[in-house]
C-alpha cells in the first residue's frame, strides 16, 4: 500500500465525503423514525439547517468554564473526523489506515469519550457529573467490547488493519462465517450504545433523569453546540460504515482499481440508506431501557463477541 | 578495579554514581537540620546522579555484559555485580524516573514534618542506592543483602509522619509483607542454586534444574517477587503504604520500587532458570489477570486520591504480569518472535508506567502540598487555582487511561497484537482461552479510563468543594522542573515507540532469543512488529491528524463565521442554585462499580430511612482478603504464640527443671 | 457447493448457539417461548439442509416432525397454560444475570473443548457442530439449574433437547425412525406431565415460584 497520488486523493475524497454525509445520514433516520410513528417528518436537510444556524449564533460559555470546556468540542470532532477517515467507505486505499488500526479506532472513540466527560465535570453541574458517570458507564463496556468484535474480524483476515480487513473479507468466495455472525449482533448492540439511540438513550429526550448523550452537552450552545452534534452524526456515520464494511464489504473499491469508486458511492450510499431505515426500524420496536439494564445488555454484546471468537477458533472460520 | 580512570568500565562508573548516591545521604546526616542545604542543594545533586546513571545505562544496553567483585561481603562470597542488558533497562527507568523525583522532592519537602530533613535526605538515598544495586547484583548474597536495605530504607520514609498512628500502622503491615516476601526469594535462590553451595548468579545459571525443582523455583519467585510487586494475593501492604508515604516516596515506590520486582521475576524466570514450562504462563496470566481486574475495580470506588493511585498500580502490575505470562507461554512452545514481541509489550509498559505513574503521584502531591487534602471529597475546581499542574496531569491520565497518542496506549496496543497471534499455540484448550484472556484485558484498560476520568474530574474539574481551595498556590519552581521532565519523557515515549523499542530489543535478545528491534526499523515512522499490512500505528501521525482537524476547524469556523463568545452563569436546565455540593462526589462517581462488581468488595453500609429527621449515609468499601486470608492467619499465630507461652509458668521451679531435662538430653544422646 | 452447505450449516449451528445464549440472559417468560419457537425452526432448517446435502430422505421426515412438535404444537400448548396461569414476568432469578452469563462462557469453553477431537475423527458434513451442540445442551441445563419459576425450566428442558436432537443430526445423520418416535412421544408426555405439576404447583402455593416447594421437606 504504497502512498501515491491515488491514494492521497482516496483519503481526501473520504474526509470530504463523511463530513458532507453524515448530517444527511442522521436526518434520513430522523425521517425514517418519523414515517413509522405516523407523524410528519422534519425536512431532510434539516440537520444542514441546524448547524448553519447553531454556527451563526453567539456562543455562549459559563463564566467558571476552563479552557478545556471550550477546547473539548474541537478535540472531539477533530477525533471523529479521523475516525471516519480510516474506516473504508468508499475504497481501501487509504494512507492514513497505516497510522491507525483498528484498535487504534476504539482508542479514538474512547479519546473522543474522556474529552466529552471531563468537559461535562468541567462546570460542576448536577447534572453535567451525571451525564459523565453514565456516560462513562456505558462506554466502559462497549469500549471492550467493539473491540473484540474488530478482533473477529481481525482472526478471520490475520491483520488489525482495517483495510485489510475489508480486501480480504471482500475477496473471499462466497463464504459464510458463524462468527461473524456473532460479531454482528454484538457489533449492532454496542452501536445502538455508543451512539445513544433506543433502547439505551433517546436522542430526543430532555428529561433529566433519562438524558446521558444530552446531559453531556447542556452547557454547549453556538458553534461549540454544531461541532458536536456534528461529531455526533460522524460517529453514527463511522459506526454504520464500520459495520458496512466489516459485515456487508461488497462495493468497496481497491487499490489498483481507483475509477471503481465511482461505483462505489452509489452503493454506499444505498447501503446507508438500508442500514438507517433498519435503525430507525430498531428504535421504533424497542423501549427504552432502565440504566442499570444497560450494563447487562453491553454484557451480553461484550460475551456475544467472545462466543464469536471462541466458535472461530474451534471451526476455523 | 583499575586504577586508571579512562580504564573504567561502564559498570566501574555505575558504582561511583551510586557511591555518590550514599556520599549525599552521609552529608545529609551531617547537615541534620540545615533545611535549605538539606532540600536545594543535596536533592538536586541527587536528581543529576540519576540523569548520569541514565544516560550510562542507555550507553550500557549496547555493549556486551560487564562483570565486577566488589571486596565486601563474605569471606566466601564477595560481591559480584553485572551489568548485562537486563540490568541496563531497568538501570534506565531508574535513573530517567529519580532524575524527575529529586528534582521535584526539592521544591516539596518542608520544615517540621516528623522526621529531620537530614535524615530524610539519609533513608531517600540509601533506597536509590540499593534499588540501583539491587539490579546490579550478580549473586544471592549481594542481592538479598541489597533488597533488605531497600526495604528497611523504604520502611523509614513510609513512615516519615510517624506521629501519625495510621501511618506508623501501614508501614508495619508493609514491612511485614516485605519480609514474607524476602523468605521467598531466598529459598527460591537456595533452590537455585541446586546443592552446589555457590550462590553465584553464573553458577545457578550453568545448573539445569529437573521440571520439579524448576517449578519450585518458580513458585517461590512468584511468592517472593509478587509480594513486594503487589500481585494478589499478597497486595494488602500497597494501599497502605504509598499512601501514608509523603508523594515523592510513594512516586518512587510506585513507578521503580515494583519495577525492581518484575525485574527479580524476569531475571530467575528467563536469565538463572534455563527452560520455561507453559504452565506457568498460565499461573502467572490467572494472577496478572485477577490482579489487574481487582486493583482496578478497588481504584474506581475510593476517595482518596493517593489510594486510587495505589491501586491503580495493583493493576499494572497485573497487566505487567499478564504479559510476562504470555511471554513465557510462548518460549516454553519455543516461539521466539511472538515472545519477544510479548516481552516487548511488557517493558515498554514497565518504562511507561514509571514515567506516568510518577507523574500523578507528583501532582497529588502537588495539591497536597497547597491544598493540604488528601480526600477526593474535599477537593475540586483546581484547574483555576492550579493550571500549570492541571494540563500537566491531564497528559498523565490519558497515558494512564492508555489513550492513544500516548505511551500507555502503545504497551496496550504491543499486548492486544500478541493476544492475536495466539491461535497458533499448539494446546486447543489455550487456543480457547486466551481471547477470553485477551477480552479481560480490554475490559481492565477501559475501567482504567473511568477511573482516570473520575480521579482527574473531580480534583481539577467542577466547582471547589471547599472555600479555600480557591486560595490553593501552584507548582513552585523546583516542582515544575521535576514534573516537565517526567511528562517530556511521557510525551517521547509515546511518540517515539520505535526507537525506543530498538532499546528494548537487546533485552528481549538476551532473555528470549529475538528481538523486534530489526522488524520495527524497517518502517520509518510506522510501528509494525510484523509486517506493515497486518498491524501497524503511527503516533506521531495519530496527534498531527487530530491537531490538524482541530486547527482547521478552529480557523475555518472563525472565518466563514464568527468567533464570538459570551460569558454567562451555568444553564443547569434553568436551576437557580448551584451549589458545590450538587455536584458528583467521588462515592457517586463510583457508585456503578460498586453495584455492577458487587461480590469483589466487602461493603458495610449504612443507609437512611425516608423517616429519619437527620439521615445518614454511610458506606466503607473493604478488601474481602483481610477478613478471608490475612485475620485468620493473624488468628492462628496468636494462638500458636499462646501455647508457646504456655511454657512461660513464672515459676523458678520449672525453668530449672527446663534445664535439667535439656542436659539429661544431651547426655543420653551422646552417649549413642 | 458442499463446502457452502457446510459452512450454512456452521452459521445454523451457531445462531443455535446464540438462541441458547440469548434465552439465559431472557427476563421475560414470553420471550422465553418465542426464542424457544425460533430455535425450533432454525432445527428444522438444519435437518432439512443436511437431508439435502447428503440425500438422505428420512431426514426429511425428521425435519417434519420437528416442525409438527416443536414449532406448532408445543408453543402452542405453553401458550396456553401461560395464558390460563396468567404468568407474564420471571422474578429475579437464583444468579444474577452477569455472573450466569460468565458461566456459560466456561461452559462453551469446555464444550468447544469436548467437541474439538471427536469433530477431527468424524466424517459428516457439519462435525464442527458438535461443540456448539454440547454448549446448547449445557447451556440449557445451566437455565433449568438457575431459574426461579417452573415454564423457564421447562423451556430450559426442551431447549435441552434441541441441542441433543442437533448434535444426533450433525455427528451421525440423525438417530433411527424409532428411537426418534420414541424419543418425541418421551417429550410430549413429558411436556403434559409438566404442565399438569404446574397447576398443581399453583394451586398448592398460589404461584408458581418453585422455592415453595422447599417447604414440602421433612424437618
Redesign the interface.
Known amino acids: 500500500m504504497s502512498f501515491g497520488w491515488t491514494g492521497a486523493l482516496s483519503q481526501l475524497l473520504e474526509i470530504v465525503l463523511a463530513l458532507a454525509l453524515a448530517p444527511l445520514l442522521t436526518g434520513w433516520v430522523n425521517q425514517c423514525r418519523a414515517w413509522l410513528q405516523n407523524r410528519s417528518a422534519p425536512p431532510l436537510l434539516q440537520p444542514y439547517y441546524l448547524l448553519h444556524k447553531l454556527f451563526n449564533k453567539e456562543s455562549v460559555v459559563a463564566e467558571r468554564a476552563s479552557p478545556l470546556f471550550r477546547a473539548a468540542p474541537y478535540i472531539v470532532f477533530g477525533c471523529m473526523t479521523l475516525a471516519c477517515s480510516i474506516i473504508p467507505t468508499l475504497s481501501t486505499d487509504l494512507p492514513l489506515t497505516l497510522a491507525a488500526d483498528a484498535i487504534a479506532l476504539v482508542g479514538l472513540f474512547a479519546l473522543a469519550r474522556v474529552f466529552i466527560s471531563l468537559a461535562a465535570m468541567d462546570i460542576g453541574t448536577s447534572f453535567g457529573t451525571l451525564g459523565a458517570r453514565r456516560e462513562m458507564l456505558i462506554g466502559f463496556l462497549a469500549e471492550p467490547a467493539l473491540l473484540m468484535v474488530l478482533f473477529c474480524a481481525s482472526l478471520i483476515s490475520t491483520s488489525t488493519s482495517l483495510a485489510t480487513i475489508v480486501e480480504t473479507l471482500a475477496h473471499r468466495e462466497l463464504a459464510i462465517y458463524p462468527s461473524l455472525a456473532f460479531a454482528g449482533v454484538a457489533f449492532t448492540i454496542v452501536s445502538l450504545a455508543e451512539n445513544a439511540r433506543v433502547p439505551v438513550d433517546n436522542p430526543a429526550t430532555h428529561l433529566e433523569l433519562t438524558m446521558v448523550h444530552e446531559a453531556l452537552i447542556l452547557e454547549y450552545s453556538g458553534r461549540h453546540l454544531a461541532l458536536i452534534e456534528w461529531a455526533a452524526s460522524l460517529k453514527l456515520f463511522a459506526y454504520s460504515c464500520a459495520g458496512l464494511a466489516l459485515f456487508f464489504p461488497w462495493g468497496i473499491a481497491e487499490a489498483h482499481a481507483p475509477l471503481e469508486m465511482l461505483l462505489a458511492l452509489p452503493t454506499l450510499v444505498l447501503k446507508l440508506a438500508i442500514g438507517g431505515a433498519a435503525l430507525a426500524m430498531l428504535e421504533t420496536l424497542s423501549a427504552k431501557m432502565r440504566i442499570f439494564r444497560v450494563p447487562e445488555f453491553l454484557a451480553t454484546a461484550f460475551l456475544l463477541a467472545v462466543i464469536g471468537l471462541l466458535v472461530h477458533i474451534l471451526l476455523g472460520s | 578495579m583499575q586504577t586508571d580512570p579512562t580504564q573504567w568500565l561502564l559498570l566501574d562508573w555505575a558504582m561511583v554514581l551510586i557511591g555518590i548516591w550514599l556520599a549525599i545521604g552521609v552529608a545529609g546526616v551531617w547537615a541534620l537540620r540545615r533545611f535549605a542545604l538539606v532540600s536545594h542543594v543535596l536533592f538536586p545533586l541527587g536528581g543529576a546522579v540519576g540523569l548520569g546513571l541514565f544516560a550510562l545505562a542507555l550507553a550500557a544496553l549496547f555493549v556486551p555484559a560487564q562483570v565486577a567483585v566488589l571486596a565486601i561481603g563474605l569471606p566466601t562470597l564477595p560481591f559480584h555485580l553485572r551489568l548485562d542488558a537486563l540490568s541496563a533497562f531497568f538501570l534506565m527507568v531508574i535513573g530517567a524516573t529519580v532524575a524527575g523525583v529529586s528534582t521535584f522532592a526539592a521544591g516539596y519537602f518542608r520544615q517540621g514534618e516528623g522526621t529531620p530533613p537530614g535524615l530524610m535526605c539519609l533513608q531517600y538515598h540509601v533506597f536509590l542506592a540499593s534499588m540501583a544495586g539491587v539490579v546490579l547484583a550478580d549473586d544471592a548474597y549481594a542481592f538479598m543483602v541489597l533488597w533488605e536495605t531497600m526495604a528497611l530504607s523504604s520502611f523509614f520514609l513510609v513512615t516519615s509522619n510517624h506521629r501519625v498512628a495510621e501511618i506508623r500502622r501501614a508501614g508495619y503491615v508493609y514491612l511485614l509483607v516485605a519480609h514474607v516476601g524476602a523468605i521467598g526469594i531466598l529459598m527460591c535462590f537456595g533452590v537455585l542454586q541446586a546443592n552446589t553451595g555457590d550462590y553465584s548468579f553464573a553458577n545457578m545459571r550453568a545448573q539445569s534444574l529437573s521440571p520439579f525443582w524448576a517449578s519450585v523455583a518458580f513458585v517461590l519467585a512468584l511468592f517472593g517477587f509478587g509480594a513486594k510487586a503487589g500481585l494478589l494475593p499478597l497486595h494488602v501492604w500497597l494501599p497502605e503504604a504509598h499512601p501514608a508515604a509523603p508523594s515523592p516516596v510513594s512516586a518512587l515506590m510506585s513507578a521503580v520500587m515494583l519495577k525492581t520486582a518484575i525485574y527479580g521475576l524476569l531475571r530467575v524466570l528467563f536469565d538463572l532458570l534455563s527452560v520455561q514450562l507453559w504452565w506457568w504462563g498460565v499461573v502467572l496470566l490467572a494472577i496478572g489477570l485477577a490482579s489487574g481486574l481487582f486493583g482496578v475495580v478497588f481504584a474506581a470506588v475510593q476517595s482518596d486520591m493517593k489510594r486510587l493511585l495505589a491501586y491503580s498500580s495493583i493493576e499494572n502490575i497485573g497487566l505487567l504480569a499478564a504479559g510476562i505470562g504470555l511471554a513465557v507461554l510462548f518460549s516454553a512452545y519455543g516461539m521466539k518472535p511472538l515472545a519477544a514481541l510479548a516481552l516487548t509489550a511488557s517493558l515498554v509498559h514497565v518504562a511507561s508506567h514509571a514515567l506516568f505513574k510518577s507523574l500523578l503521584f507528583l501532582s497529588t502531591g502537588t495539591v497536597l502540598h497547597a491544598t493540604g487534602e488528601r480526600s477526593l471529597g474535599k477537593l475540586g475546581g483546581l484547574m483555576r487555582a492550579m493550571p500549570w499542574v492541571a494540563w500537566v496531569t491531564l497528559v498523565g491520565v490519558l497515558a494512564s487511561a492508555g489513550l492513544p497518542p500516548t505511551s500507555g496506549f502503545v504497551s496496550e496496543w504491543l499486548l492486544l497484537q500478541s493476544f492475536l497471534f495466539t491461535p497458533g499455540l499448539p494446546d486447543p484448550f489455550l487456543n480457547m482461552l486466551i481471547p477470553v484472556v485477551a477480552a479481560l484485558i480490554a475490559l481492565v484498560a477501559a475501567l482504567a479510563g473511568y477511573t482516570m476520568v473520575k480521579f482527574f474530574g473531580v480534583i481539577f474539574l467542577g466547582q471547589p468543594r471547599e472555600p479555600r481551595l480557591m486560595q490553593a498556590h501552584d507548582a513552585n519552581a523546583w516542582q515544575r522542573r521535576g514534573m516537565a521532565w517526567l511528562l517530556l519523557g511521557n510525551v517521547l515515549l509515546g511518540l517515539l515507540p520505535i526507537q525506543f523499542i530498538q532499546l528494548v530489543d537487546p533485552v528481549t535478545r538476551k532473555l528470549v532469543g529475538d528481538g523486534l528491534g530489526p522488524t520495527v526499523a524497517q518502517h520509518g515512522w510506522l510501528l509494525a512488529p510484523t509486517a506493515l499490512e497486518r498491524a501497524s500505528y503511527g503516533p506521531v501521525f495519530f496527534l498531527l491528524g487530530v491537531a490538524a482537524c482541530f486547527a482547521l476547524a478552529f480557523v475555518l469556523v472563525r472565518r466563514l463565521y464568527h468567533g464570538r463568545i459570551r460569558r454567562a452563569p451555568p444553564w443547569d436546565c434553568g436551576f437557580p442554585w448551584q451549589t458545590a455540593r450538587m455536584q458528583d462526589t467521588a462515592e457517586g462517581f463510583g457508585q456503578p462499580i460498586r453495584q455492577i462488581f458487587e461480590p469483589f468488595f466487602h461493603m458495610q453500609r449504612e443507609l437512611p430511612s425516608p423517616f429519619d429527621t437527620q439521615p445518614r449515609y454511610k458506606v466503607v468499601v473493604e478488601d474481602h482478603f483481610w477478613n478471608a486470608l490475612y485475620w485468620p492467619i493473624v488468628d492462628a499465630v496468636f494462638r500458636a504464640a499462646r501455647l508457646v507461652g504456655l511454657l512461660q509458668q513464672g515459676r523458678i521451679a520449672v525453668y530449672l527443671l527446663f534445664s535439667f531435662v535439656t542436659l539429661v538430653t544431651i547426655l543420653l544422646l551422646v552417649r549413642q | 457447493m458442499t463446502q ?1 452447505l457446510g ?2 450449516i ?2 445454523l ?3 443455535l ?2 438462541l441458547a ?2 434465552m439465559i ?1 431472557q427476563r421475560r417468560v414470553l420471550s422465553l417461548v418465542h426464542l424457544f419457537t425460533l430455535q425450533g425452526a432454525v432445527l428444522v432448517v438444519a435437518t432439512a439442509v443436511v437431508g439435502y446435502a447428503t440425500s438422505q430422505p428420512h431426514l426429511f421426515v425428521s425435519a417434519a416432525l420437528t416442525l409438527v412438535l416443536k414449532v406448532i404444537l408445543i408453543p402452542h400448548m405453553l401458550h396456553r397454560v401461560i395464558d390460563r396461569l396468567e404468568v407474564r414476568w420471571d422474578t429475579e432469578p437464583l444468579l444474577n ?3 450466569t ?2 458461566i ?2 466456561l461452559l ?2 469446555f464444550a ?2 469436548l ?2 477431537p471427536i469433530a477431527r475423527f468424524s466424517s459428516t458434513i457439519a462435525r ?1 457442530t458438535l ?2 451442540a454440547l454448549a446448547c445442551v449445557l447451556l440449557s441445563f445451566m437455565m433449568m439449574i438457575t431459574r426461579a419459576k417452573a415454564i423457564p425450566q421447562v423451556v430450559g428442558f426442551l431447549s435441552m433437547e434441541n441441542g441433543l436432537f442437533f448434535a444426533a443430526t450433525s455427528a451421525t445423520y440423525g438417530m433411527p425412525m424409532v428411537v426418534e418416535l420414541g424419543i418425541a412421544l418421551d417429550v410430549l408426555i413429558g411436556v403434559l406431565i409438566l404442565g399438569v405439576f404446574m397447576f398443581q404447583i399453583r394451586e398448592q402455593f398460589d404461584s408458581l415460584d418453585i422455592r415453595h416447594l422447599e417447604r414440602l421437606k421433612e424437618d
Open positions: 457452502l459452512q450454512f456452521n452459521l449451528g451457531a445462531v448457539l446464540m445464549f440469548a440472559s444475570i452477569p455472573t452469563m460468565l456459560g462462557i462453551v469453553i468447544f473443548n467437541g474439538l464442527g461443540g456448539i
